[in-house]
Every structure is written in structure tokens, then in C-alpha cells.
């Protein structure tokens, strides 16, 4: 059974640019949650999507924003990009949504210079 | 405003002896407790959780407690083991759904 894919795995960006990540979840999870992490902030809630639909939203400003297809593939995107914005960007699939039941991905690796 | 937090940003300890991870948190709302080991260049993966109805909840080597009235929870990984080390993160389950995790704290197990 195939997990979590992130792609790409690392990124390089300039200030100013935008950025798509991606990520497909497991076969059959209909839920996708996105998170940030950086050193000394831990793993921050970006949003969760279900069903195409975005379900919850964390405390990002809207240069930070998402999608679902219908597959449950996601997608997250990050315009005008700031160097505060480099970080490890996580997603996580799970069959409804239940936080316990969670797989994440290794994560796509941003650097913005 | 930081609702789960961990104190120490690292620890590091013998093999064969207990690591202590620690995590405090501010809203008595929560009620279910998770706890994730993540190495490096890997995503973080579940490693055990505790609900509020319970104080203790066992996985083999590692225990996790919780003290409702102090807000505070703990692992306890025994005996401790070289592949232990790693960056663990502790979570809680908010009324919304979504994890709300701790900032992580860096468990060394020396040989």
C-alpha cells in the first residue's frame, strides 16, 4: 500500500515568486491536512481539505492557499513568497479526517532566498 | 499564543535508560492526546496516545501519562535505544479536529 507522496521533495525560490506543492494521499483517504514546520514553531495547521472541499483553516495569511481534486490529490500554493515562508511543508491523509488517523508525508523541503 | 508547548528543546540520554519528554498545555478543552516520533527527512509517524478518561496508556516501551489538573503530559521511552533518537512531538486534538502540536524536542540516546 503506497503512502503519503509529497513532490517535489526540495525547492529553491526567490523572494517574490510562488510556489505549488503537492500531495496525494494514501488510496481511499478522503481527508488531506497541510502543516508548516520550523524550528522552534513545531508542525503549524494550514487547512484541511475533504471531498474537494476546504473544512478547517489555520492562522496564515491568504498568500497561503489550497485545493482538493477529485481524486484527493492536493495541491497548496504559496504566492509572493517571503523568506520567513522557508520551511518543511507536511502533508498528512487520513480516511475522514480523524487526527488519529493520520499519515504524513516527508514533507517538501521550501527555501526561499 | 502557543496552546501545547514543549520546554525542552532537547535531551539527551544513556542507552538503557528512561527518556523523560515532557508537554504542557493550555486549554482544558482538550481531550485526546497524541504523541509522533519524526527522523529526519521523514514525516512525523504516531507513536502512541491517551485519551482524558485515562492517566496512563502503555505501548511496550513506551508509556504515556496524563495530569489533567497540572495540564501536563509525559513519555516515558524504557529502556532507551540508539534508534529512539529522533525529534519527538507531542499533540492535542482540538474541538475542530485538527492537531494543534507542540514545538518538538530532540531525543539523543547515546551508546
Known amino acids: 500500500k503506497a503512502g503519503v507522496t509529497q513532490t517535489p521533495r526540495y525547492l529553491i525560490k526567490t523572494r517574490g515568486q510562488q510556489v505549488t506543492l503537492s500531495c496525494s494521499p494514501i488510496?481511499?483517504?478522503?481527508?488531506v491536512s497541510w502543516y508548516q514546520q520550523t524550528p522552534g514553531q513545531g508542525l503549524q495547521f494550514l487547512f484541511e481539505?475533504?471531498?474537494?472541499?476546504?473544512?478547517n483553516k489555520g492562522n496564515f495569511p491568504g498568500r497561503f492557499s489550497g485545493r482538493q481534486f477529485s481524486n484527493s490529490r492536493s495541491e497548496m500554493n504559496v504566492s509572493t513568497l517571503e523568506l520567513g515562508d522557508s520551511a518543511l511543508y507536511l502533508c498528512a491523509s487520513s480516511l475522514e479526517g480523524q487526527a488519529y488517523g493520520y499519515t504524513f508525508g516527508s514533507g517538501t523541503r521550501l527555501t526561499v532566498v | 499564543d502557543q496552546q501545547v508547548k514543549q520546554n525542552s528543546p532537547s535531551l539527551s540520554v544513556q542507552e538503557g535508560r528512561i527518556s523523560i519528554l515532557n508537554c504542557d498545555y493550555t486549554?482544558?478543552?482538550?481531550?485526546?492526546f497524541l504523541w509522533y516520533k519524526k527522523y529526519p527527512a521523514e514525516g512525523p509517524t504516531f507513536l502512541i496516545s491517551?485519551?482524558?478518561?485515562?492517566d496512563k496508556n502503555e505501548d511496550g516501551r513506551f508509556t504515556v501519562f496524563l495530569n489533567k489538573s497540572a495540564k501536563h503530559l509525559s513519555l516515558h521511552i524504557v529502556p532507551s535505544q540508539p534508534g529512539d533518537s529522533a525529534v519527538y512531538f507531542c499533540?492535542?486534538?482540538?474541538?475542530?479536529?485538527?492537531?494543534?502540536f507542540g514545538q518538538g524536542t530532540t531525543l539523543q540516546v547515546k551508546p
Open positions: 488510496s481511499g483517504h478522503r481527508s
Open positions: 491517551i485519551s482524558s478518561i485515562k
Open positions: 486549554n482544558s478543552m482538550f481531550d485526546y
Open positions: 499533540a492535542a486534538l482540538s474541538n475542530t479536529g485538527k492537531l494543534i
Open positions: 481539505y475533504f471531498s474537494e472541499t476546504q473544512r
